[in-house]
């Protein structure tokens, strides 16, 4: 199975803060699954790993959008402190905050 998505930096944002939402208003179904940190991680040093050997120009990029990553789903947890129209830019799911 092929599963790709072209997300600029914005978007990937937007979808991470999202999945950060997500996991603040779902965290009892969350004990059943485990946290996501460790498979996170996991999955950065095999995309590091996969780069170095493959496309070791794209290493900045991946760093960047690693970064986006964390800090969108770090402020969608906390997305109760931010005010709804904030929410709403930040959200790919602007409908959502009606």
């Not at 999202?18 to 460790?38: C, E, I, M, P, Y």
């Not at 996170?40 to 760093?63: I, N």
Request: aromatic share 16%; proline share 3%.
């Amino acid at each position: 199975v092929y599963h790709s998505h072209n997300y600029s930096f914005s978007a990937e944002f937007s979808r991470y803060f999202d999945t950060g939402v997500f996991h603040a208003q779902q965290s009892s179904l969350l004990v059943g699954f485990g946290k996501a940190g460790r498979e996170g991680l996991r999955f950065v040093w095999s995309e590091v790993r996969y780069l170095t050997q493959q496309a070791p120009w794209r290493l900045p990029e991946a760093a960047c959008r690693t970064v986006i990553k964390l800090l969108a789903f770090r402020l969608g947890k906390k997305h109760a402190w931010l005010p709804t129209a904030m929410r709403r830019r930040l959200s790919m799911s602007r409908g959502y905050w009606l």
